[in-house]
């Protein structure tokens, strides 16, 4: 009975920021959860070939394009999701652009282009994903993908850091409003995980200098954060709601 609560069959997940790294990842686990998977992000080619991954391994799946700066777009996206596989119930709301320079070295657009992908995208995203969600009678899961930078932080991160924190706050207050309607509303926060976007860092002098500061001594592998996002898309989290869920190696211990 407890294996059967993390199941996510009949149900249509969308995740956000697909096409690599966190996203790619997340939307093959609830596909092999039994999710109908919808892969949104703006580069379609990457979209095709994950979604015939997934497919070919017995999944079902589409590709989307979706631009999270383009509210336009998201509408359009989901009428395209809902006509494929029925109404979203989980979105996991996880694209997001990293930053790396120096507050006093921050152009105007480096700053507006970060909070426009990591935290309106997440605003515009959720929002729609919520309001369809009331619209087909309530309920539903929506997970918005934080960092560890959202709770603690590092130089040379102050838009990735800001608008991650943000993100956690926007979570509680859309958990908080949901709640009503029965939507469930979480962040995952990971800490450094090993992904195609960020591997020949990790694997660097610099890279491992950094690691060495996380209690665990090594940087995540995409399979350990499986267990958390089931947790908050399934009902096996239906008492979870406005919760951080933290997957760091005990990264936030240290900064």
């Known amino acids: 009975m407890a294996f059967e609560a993390f199941s996510l069959k009949g149900k249509?997940?969308?995740?956000?920021?697909?096409?690599?790294?966190?996203?790619?990842?997340?939307?093959?686990?609830?596909?092999?959860?039994?999710?109908?998977?919808?892969?949104a992000a703006r580069r379609l080619d990457r979209l095709e070939a994950l979604t015939n991954e997934i497919r070919a391994d017995g999944g079902e799946a589409i590709a989307v394009g979706l631009d999270v700066t383009k509210p336009e777009k998201i509408a359009a996206a989901f009428d395209t999701a809902q006509s494929a596989?029925?109404?979203v119930k989980i979105l996991v709301n996880n694209a997001g652009v990293p930053s790396n320079t120096f507050f006093t070295q921050l152009t105007e657009e480096d700053w507006r282009h970060v909070m426009d992908v990591n935290l309106d995208g997440v605003f515009r995203v959720g929002q729609e994903a919520a309001r369809r969600m009331i619209k087909a009678g309530g309920g539903g899961s929506i997970i918005n993908v934080s960092s560890v930078l959202g709770l603690g932080v590092l130089?040379?991160?102050a838009p990735y850091a800001a608008?991650?924190?943000?993100?956690?706050?926007?979570?509680?207050?859309?958990?908080?409003?949901?709640?009503?309607?029965?939507?469930?509303?979480?962040?995952?926060?990971?800490?450094?995980?090993?992904?195609?976007?960020?591997?020949?860092?990790?694997?660097?002098?610099?890279?491992?200098?950094?690691?060495?500061?996380?209690?665990?001594g090594r940087a995540a592998d995409l399979h350990e954060l499986d267990?958390?996002?089931?947790?908050?898309?399934?009902?096996?989290?239906?008492?979870?709601?406005?919760?951080v869920l933290v997957v760091d190696g005990g990264t936030l211990l240290t900064i």
């Open 85 to 87: 596989f029925g109404p």
């Open 227 to 243: 267990g958390p996002l089931l947790l908050l898309a399934s009902e096996a989290g239906s008492y979870m709601t406005g919760s």
């Open 12 to 39: 249509t997940a969308l995740v956000t920021g697909a096409s690599s790294g966190l996203g790619r990842h997340f939307a093959r686990v609830l596909a092999r959860a039994g999710a109908r998977v919808v892969a």
């Open 163 to 216: 608008s991650k924190a943000a993100v956690i706050q926007l979570t509680k207050a859309m958990a908080l409003e949901l709640s009503r309607d029965r939507i469930r509303v979480n962040a995952l926060a990971p800490g450094y995980v090993v992904t195609e976007l960020n591997e020949a860092f990790l694997t660097s002098d610099a890279g491992k200098k950094l690691l060495a500061r996380v209690p665990f």
């Open 155 to 157: 130089k040379a991160v």
